[in-house]
T-cell receptor, first 110, second 113 residues
C-alpha cells in the first residue's frame, strides 16, 4: 500500500523565519510528487516534482525531490503570516492513484 | 488551469438523509475525482468519476453509500446516502491527470447531526 509521511505534524514560527517541511514516501511505480497548500477547504497546487535533485522555486517557496532516499522537502524563506496553512504532500503511483500525507500545519505569528 | 465550482459550499444534515454535491468544471476534462477529508485527517480518494460508465471506487467505499454520476465531461455529482455523523467531512472534487497537476474545487463542508 502506498504511504506518505509528513513531518513535523505542526510548526509555529515567527515572521521572517525559514522553515523546512519534510515528506517521505513509499509508492509502487512512482510517477510524481506534489505539494499543495490548504488554507480553508480546497488545496491549491504548489509544485510537481518528477526528477531527483532539480529544485523547483516559486518566490519564497522551493522544493526538491530525492528519489533514491524517497523524500522531498519544501522550504519557505522569510515566512509571512499569509503562509499559515496546512501543507500537503502527495505522490502519484501505480494505477494512477494519488496518495496524500496527513499534512504539516504551519502557523506563522507576527 | 481549470475553474471548478461545487455546490453546496456547506450543509448541515440530519442522520439518515442524503445529500447530493455537484461539481462543475469550466472546460471538458477526462478524469474527475471525489475526495473526502475527515476532521484532522488527510484527503482520501473516494472514487474516480468516469464519463459514460460507472465510477471506479477505492477500497472501503461502495456505490450504495456514495453513488456518483458523470453525465458529461464538465459535470459530476456525488451523493452521500443514509448519512451518519461519521460522514461529517469536507468533500472535494478535483480534475486533471493523476500524475500531473490536480485542481481542486472549493469543497463542501458537511456536518451530520
Amino acid at each position: 500500500e502506498d504511504k506518505v509521511v509528513q513531518s513535523p505534524l505542526s510548526l509555529v514560527v515567527h515572521e521572517g523565519d525559514t522553515v523546512t517541511l519534510n515528506c517521505s514516501y513509499e509508492v509502487t511505480n512512482f510517477r510524481s510528487l506534489l505539494w499543495y497548500k490548504q488554507e480553508k477547504k480546497a488545496p491549491t497546487f504548489l509544485f510537481m516534482l518528477t526528477s531527483s535533485g532539480i529544485e523547483k522555486k516559486s518566490g519564497r517557496l522551493s522544493s526538491i525531490l530525492d528519489k533514491k532516499e524517497l523524500f522531498s522537502i519544501l522550504n519557505i524563506t522569510a515566512t509571512q503570516t499569509g503562509d499559515s496553512a496546512i501543507y500537503l504532500c502527495a505522490v502519484s503511483g501505480g494505477y494512477q492513484k494519488v496518495t496524500f500525507g496527513t499534512g504539516t500545519k504551519l502557523q506563522v505569528i507576527p | 488551469s481549470a475553474v471548478i465550482s461545487q455546490k453546496p459550499s456547506r450543509d448541515i444534515c440530519q442522520r439518515g438523509t442524503s445529500l447530493t454535491i455537484q461539481c462543475q468544471v469550466d472546460s471538458q476534462v477526462t478524469m474527475m475525482f471525489w475526495y473526502r477529508q475527515q476532521p484532522g485527517q488527510s484527503l482520501t480518494l473516494i472514487a474516480t468519476a468516469n464519463q459514460g460508465s460507472e465510477a471506479t471506487y477505492e477500497s472501503g467505499f461502495v456505490i450504495d453509500k456514495f453513488p456518483i454520476s458523470r453525465p458529461n465531461l464538465t459535470f459530476s455529482t456525488l451523493t452521500v446516502s443514509n448519512m451518519s455523523p461519521e460522514d461529517s467531512s469536507i468533500y472535494l472534487c478535483s480534475v486533471g491527470p493523476p500524475a500531473d497537476t490536480q485542481y481542486f474545487g472549493p469543497g463542501t463542508r458537511l456536518t451530520v447531526l
